[in-house]
């Protein structure tokens, strides 16, 4: 079965700082793609930032990359000048044919205090 | 705006009624995930389509179902509601079933 683990429930950071979220997973597929997404107070869920499973290079999105690391089966987001705005809970999921559906971590509970 | 539209956005109803959530992919889509998010809880999978079949499916109550129809529109329907049913519904579709799913605004379902 899959699964996704975020061990970090809750993380606070200043403003302009950098901040590194975890993200472990476990999956028997050979072919699967990694995202991260962010849910703002308004609650709307918004994908950050994809990986693909067989792409060793690591994905960057302005302000946010991942450090994917295959063998250990780690994804960690990386948020650079972090503002206001990227207050959020931050959820990590994965996704293969086998597995047939989206499967989340518990999420991350980020805030970025001014 | 991620091109996914459910509605209602919001629904009050009482414990014991039925009610019918609907999801409108993004143009071209053919997958389409229904997830279930309590207050200050994860997402708990539900069920996948995938172009009109049912692919997956997750804790999902014999109370609820859902569907997909020809023009890859979907409805999630909820009956015999209970107070532990209020919860946010998500929808999300994706162009294929590997790929990242864009998530709608959800139905804020609250049951009295």
């Known amino acids: 079965a899959q699964t996704v683990t975020q061990s970090q429930p809750e993380m606070s950071v200043q403003e302009a700082e950098t901040v590194t979220l975890s993200c472990t997973y476990d999956?028997?597929?050979?072919?699967?793609?990694l995202f991260w997404y962010k849910q703002p107070p308004s609650r709307q869920m918004i994908l950050v930032i994809r990986?693909?499973?067989?792409?060793?290079q690591n994905a960057t999105e302005n302000r946010f990359s991942v450090n994917f690391q295959k063998a250990a089966k780690s994804f960690s987001l990386k948020i650079s000048d972090s503002q206001l705005g990227d207050t959020a809970m931050y959820f990590c999921?994965?996704?293969?044919?086998?597995?047939?559906?989206?499967?989340f971590g518990q999420g991350t509970r980020l805030t970025i205090n001014p | 705006d991620s091109g996914v539209t459910q509605t209602p956005k919001h629904l009050i109803t009482a414990t014991g009624q039925r009610v019918t959530l609907r999801c409108s992919p993004r143009?071209?889509?053919?997958?389409v995930y229904w997830y279930q998010q309590s207050l200050d809880q994860g997402l708990q999978f539900l069920i996948h389509?995938?172009?009109?079949?049912?692919?997956a499916k997750g804790n999902i109550l014999e109370r609820f179902s859902a569907q997909q129809f020809p023009d890859l529109h979907s409805e999630l329907n909820l009956s015999s509601l209970e107070l532990g049913d209020s919860a946010l519904y998500f929808c999300?579709?994706?162009?294929?079933?590997?790929?990242?799913?864009?998530f709608g605004q959800g139905t804020r379902l609250t049951v009295v």
């Open positions: 999921a994965s996704v293969s044919t086998g597995a047939q559906k989206l499967v």
């Open positions: 389509y995938y172009n009109g079949e049912e692919r």
């Open positions: 999956t028997s597929e050979n072919n699967y793609y």
């Open positions: 143009s071209g889509d053919l997958s």
């Open positions: 999300a579709s994706s162009v294929a079933e590997n790929t990242e799913a864009f």
């Open positions: 990986q693909e499973a067989y792409k060793q």
